[in-house]
């Protein structure tokens, strides 16, 4: 596979799992993506043999934004996407 394109915004996300294939490496995801990946592509999904730790994830913002409206709104948004999300891996 030859990498000389610029895979743009996310590409790294979209471009890892192509890498894996056909090859022994391993790619570690949430179980939503990975299974949606194994809809179309030859991969295998695998259990972890321990439960994972959980990972922290952080919102952050330049002070300045903090009472900006529609600043407000997306942060608002994407807390309750990551709680929609949190709650269907449960």
């Given at each position: 596979?030859?990498?000389?394109?610029?895979?743009?915004?996310?590409?790294?996300?979209?471009?890892a799992?192509?890498?894996?294939?056909?090859?022994?490496?391993?790619?570690?995801?949430?179980?939503?993506?990975?299974?949606?990946?194994?809809?179309?592509?030859?991969?295998?999904?695998?259990?972890?043999?321990?439960?994972?730790?959980?990972?922290?994830?952080?919102?952050?913002?330049?002070?300045?934004?903090?009472?900006?409206?529609?600043?407000?709104?997306?942060?608002?948004?994407i807390?309750e996407?990551?709680?929609?999300a949190?709650?269907?891996?449960?």
């Amino acid at each position: 596979m030859t990498l000389d394109a610029d895979p743009g915004p996310g590409g790294g996300v979209r471009l890892a799992p192509s890498l894996v294939v056909g090859s022994d490496a391993i790619l570690v995801s949430s179980h939503r993506i990975a299974a949606r990946l194994a809809r179309s592509l030859p991969i295998r999904l695998l259990a972890p043999p321990d439960a994972m730790p959980t990972v922290p994830v952080f919102l952050s913002w330049q002070a300045s934004a903090s009472d900006v409206p529609w600043m407000q709104w997306v942060r608002q948004r994407i807390i309750e996407v990551a709680e929609e999300a949190t709650a269907a891996d449960a």
